[in-house]
């Protein structure tokens, strides 16, 4: 099916993302709030290991053609993140959500970790979505990982 996308989608694909985060980590016990702040969208206490993450939420939707593209993280968005953790006395993690074709993934790391993984380059720091890098990232016990799989089965003409 051939998709055009609305006009606010990237704002409305931002607090898709969001929610689908924080409403996976309260559905396992995580306490979690969903902040407007310069860094981070999410302050979240893990009940396994009782830290407190600041989670900067990165989500994208992919057109169909468009599946194994990289997710772009700008690097002053990693100065903020820590500024924001600093200032909330929480650690550093990254949500990746990426919708494409009739699969949506999520990925929870550390900054510390998604930084050994991809070191920043001149402007970003760039999250691989190919089918190669998507193994590797379920072999990885750093990587917190869950999808969701999809069909449309009516849609208008």
């Known amino acids: 099916m051939k998709v055009k996308k609305s006009t606010r989608h990237s704002k409305i694909t931002g607090n898709f993302c969001e ?4 409403y996976w980590l309260s559905k396992y016990g995580f306490e979690c709030a969903n902040v407007d702040h310069t860094g ?17 939420v990165k989500g994208r939707s992919r057109n169909e053609g468009k599946e194994g593209t990289s997710v772009s993280i700008l690097n002053d968005n990693f100065d903020k993140i820590k500024k924001a953790c600093n200032a909330f006395n929480c650690i550093p993690y990254f949500a990746v959500v990426v919708d494409e074709k009739d699969k949506l993934y999520a990925f929870i790391l550390s900054m510390e970790h998604l930084l050994k993984l991809f070191p920043k380059g001149n402007r970003v720091c760039s999250w691989k979505m190919t089918g190669k890098y998507i193994a590797k990232y379920y072999r990885d016990s750093n990587i917190i990982i869950f999808e969701f799989d999809y069909k449309t089965h009516n849609w208008w003409k």
Do not use: A, F, Y
């Not at 929610?19 to 924080?22: G, S």
């Open 19 to 22: 929610n689908v985060i924080l």
């Open 40 to 56: 981070i969208d999410i302050i979240v206490r893990n009940p396994h290991t009782n830290e407190v993450m600041g989670i900067s």
